[in-house]
Structure formats: C-alpha cells, structure tokens
C-alpha cells in the first residue's frame, strides 16, 4: 500500500476517533493476517465481546481479519502511524522494526512444550520484551499463541538432506533465514496471504506452519507433505499504537486490561485445540502425507539447527537468549 493511501486512512481514522469520544464509542481498529476461524481470530474476536462488556459498550473493536486493510509488511507502519490501533503480528515481525530481541522466538527448538514456553511468555523476560516496544510508538498488551511450527514440502522431509535445493517460504525474519540455509533450504520472504498461491504454482516448494494456519489456509490442498517437526514456535503480541492507548480515560483502559487477560486465556486455550483438530482434519482429508519424525531424526534436525542460536547470539543478544535457557532450564545446543 502507498504511504498516501495510509496517511488518508489516518486521516479519515483520526476523525472518526474525534467524532466517536464525542459522539457514540470510542473505536479500535484490531486488523490482522488470518483467517477468522483461526486462533488469533477466535481470539480477537473474543477480546471484541470482552471489550464491549468490560467498557459498557464505551469502546467497540471492529476487527478486520484475512489482511483486508493492510498486508504483513504494511500493518505495522499502518499501526505507527494511527491507521489502525490493535495489531497480533506475529513476533517475527518486529525484527525489520529494529526490535531484534523479538526474533529469539524464532530460534529453533528453543522450546521443549507449552509450559516451557509460557514461563517465558508470561513471565518477566516476555514482559520486558514487550516494553521494549514503547520506544517504537508502541504499547506491548499479551501474547497469543498459535503453536509449533511443523514443516511442509511436495516431498517427504525427514532428514535433513531432504531439505537440499528446496525453496522454502519463511516470514521476514533473519533467524528463520538462517535456519532454512542451516538445512540446505532456499528462504523465501513472503507475505502470508500470498503463500498458498505461491504452493499452488511451484513459486516455492514448501513452508512452515502451525497445523491451523496450514488447514485453515488450505495449504494441505497443495501440499503433499506435513512432518511434525515441531521444530518452532509461532506466536503473536497483541500491541496497540501507544498515543492512542494514552489517550484513553484510565477506566477504559483498566477494562481493556482486563478484556486483555481473559482474551490471552482464552486464546492459549483454543490455539491448542485448535491444532490439534487441524491436524486431525488434515488426515481426515487424505491429501497430505503426516509424517512423524523418529527420535533419531529428530535429534539430527535439532542438531543442523542448533548452529543458527551461536549465529543470531550477537543479533538478538547473548544475555538474553542465556535468559530464556536459564527460565526453561534447557539449552537446546546441548
């Protein structure tokens, strides 16, 4: 999208703002990249429904999923400048915003399980994370889960020399880049909502996703093969545009606060299960092959990964990636 066309719409945004204080509720603008009957859409519009009740309709979020205002790479320029007030990008979005630190969720095999990764996540190193934002403009609300990262291609990927050649689309994100190379993969930066088409053409051979955003995206009707890797988490930060949540009256955004807490339950809750039923139907459909990986492979795909912790240390910072092994107890190099 051209800045014009974002400066307009934070135009015609700011003056609807104006009018709503004065006139009916205060708006928010939630966009984001996913499908409605994906986690992050359930959860948004859980926290919509949690809003109007805690504010007393004082505030209505109005959600715009599926990219339909702004693209991946758009939406956070589009948050900056008051174009919208809540985004759920995915952490590895901050990265090309100059928060690096953010991109040690990309690393691999970082987390063993869900209860490693929420000591992380809801503890303080996420929440210091998250204040590291204001310096950007921008207010760190939670984090949503979508889950662990499983692996697709048009052929079977089980050890990693399958990997070689294969081109393989990733979000922008340093990290991930490395960690396709360190497999013998060729990363591909692309938006999300162009993946499918992009599978569908051959443009690139396979990608990674959690079980909901590959069924919910129909990538298991163009992709022959799903290994359950896990070899990744993919995660979001519910952010709002800072001038704008300091504007709002102290009682609004205690209420916010707690829609925001009740919404994180919910939505650790339903990624989940949600995983585990897109898994399911992707088996049931018969289109894709489900691999499960032996121990023995996948202990040699931690080990072709482990390379990329000591590659990004310097980028993302050795102290804190010595944190998060500190918090879960586990250093997935070892």
Not at 143 to 156: C, H, I, L, T, V
Request: proline share 5%.
């Amino acid at each position: 999208m051209k800045k014009g066309c974002v400066w307009l719409l934070v135009l015609f945004g700011w003056l609807g703002s104006s009018t709503a204080t004065a006139e009916g509720p205060i708006i928010i603008k939630f966009s984001h990249v996913v499908a409605v009957d994906t986690p992050k859409g359930k959860a948004a519009e859980k926290f919509r429904e949690l809003a109007a009740f805690y504010t007393q309709n004082r505030v209505r979020v109005d959600l715009y999923p599926n990219s339909q205002l702004y693209k991946d790479k758009e939406e956070l320029e589009a948050l900056q400048m008051g174009a919208v007030q809540m985004l759920a990008p995915s952490l590895a979005k901050f990265g090309p915003l100059g928060a690096k630190s953010f991109e040690v969720f990309d690393l691999p095999f970082l987390f063993n399980d869900y209860e490693a990764l929420h000591t992380v996540t809801q503890g303080p190193v996420g929440r210091a994370l998250l204040n590291t934002l204001e310096a950007k403009g921008i207010v760190g609300l939670a984090y949503w889960d979508n889950g662990f990262k499983q692996m697709s291609a048009n052929k079977p990927l089980r050890n990693p020399d399958d990997f070689h050649g294969l081109k393989m689309r990733i979000q922008s994100s340093k990290v991930l880049d490395a960690q396709m190379r360190a497999m013998g993969a060729m990363p591909q930066t692309m938006a999300f909502s162009e993946v499918y088409q992009a599978l569908q053409t051959g443009v690139v051979d396979g990608t990674e996703n959690p079980p909901s955003n590959f069924y919910t995206q129909k990538m298991h009707e163009v992709q022959k093969y799903l290994t359950l890797s896990q070899h990744g988490y993919l995660g979001y930060a519910v952010i709002v545009n800072k001038d704008f949540w300091n504007g709002l009256p102290p009682d609004l955004r205690l209420a916010l606060d707690k829609a925001m807490a009740e919404a994180t339950v919910f939505a650790n809750q339903i990624a989940k299960q949600e995983n585990e039923q897109a898994l399911e139907a992707v088996r049931a459909s018969g289109k894709t092959e489900i691999i499960t990986l032996t121990p023995e492979q996948q202990q040699a795909w931690r080990q072709k990964m482990a390379v990329v912790h000591d590659q990004m240390a310097e980028r993302i910072g050795k102290e804190l990636i010595a944190e998060i092994y500190r918090a879960t107890g586990f250093d997935p190099r070892m």
